[in-house]
C-alpha cells in the first residue's frame, strides 16, 4: 500500500513520561532516533494543543472500551488487543468522521487524498536543502 512507504518525519506528542526520557535510556526516545524522526511536545498544562489527539482518547474511550469492557470478559491482553485493532481498523477505514479535515470520509481516504500535498512539501524541502551551501574557503553558511 502507498501509506505503506511513506516516511514518518514528526510526531507531535504531550510531555507525559511514556513518550518523554533522557534518550539513552528511554525506549521511544531511542525508537525515534533509530528512525531519525522529529519529536515535538506540546506545551505544559495545554491539552488543547493536541486537541485532536484528546479527542481521539475520549472516542476511543466512549466507542471502544466501554461497550467490549461490557461484552465480555479478557482473559489476555493479546485478546484485548484484537478487538482494539479490529476497533481502531474500522474507525479508520470504514467510520466516516466530520471533523475539521475529513469533511464526511475516512480517515484513510483523507490521508490518501492528502499524500501528494506531504509529498510535495518534502520533496520542496529537499532542494531548499540543497540550495543550503557552506563556504569551506570563508567558513559561512550561502
Not at 42 to 71: L, W
Not at 85 to 110: A, I, L
Request: glycine residues 4%.
Amino acid at each position: 500500500m502507498d501509506f505503506e512507504r511513506s516516511l514518518l518525519l514528526r510526531i507531535l506528542t504531550d510531555r507525559g513520561t511514556e513518550y518523554c526520557g533522557r534518550p539513552e535510556n528511554h525506549a521511544y526516545q531511542l525508537y525515534l532516533g533509530v528512525e531519525n524522526i522529529d519529536h515535538s511536545r506540546t506545551k505544559a498544562r495545554s491539552p488543547q494543543t493536541n486537541g485532536i489527539c484528546e479527542r481521539f482518547h475520549r472516542t476511543m474511550q466512549d466507542e471502544c472500551y466501554n461497550i467490549i469492557f461490557r461484552k465480555k470478559i479478557y482473559t489476555s491482553l493479546a485478546e484485548l488487543q484484537l478487538d482494539v485493532d479490529h476497533w481502531v481498523h474500522s474507525y479508520n477505514r470504514s467510520r466516516p468522521h466530520s471533523g475539521k479535515y475529513c469533511y464526511g470520509k475516512t480517515p484513510m481516504q483523507t490521508f490518501f487524498d492528502s499524500m501528494h500535498i506531504a509529498y510535495q512539501k518534502n520533496i520542496d524541502s529537499i532542494k531548499q536543502d540543497a540550495d543550503f551551501g557552506f563556504d569551506f574557503v570563508n567558513s559561512s553558511v550561502s
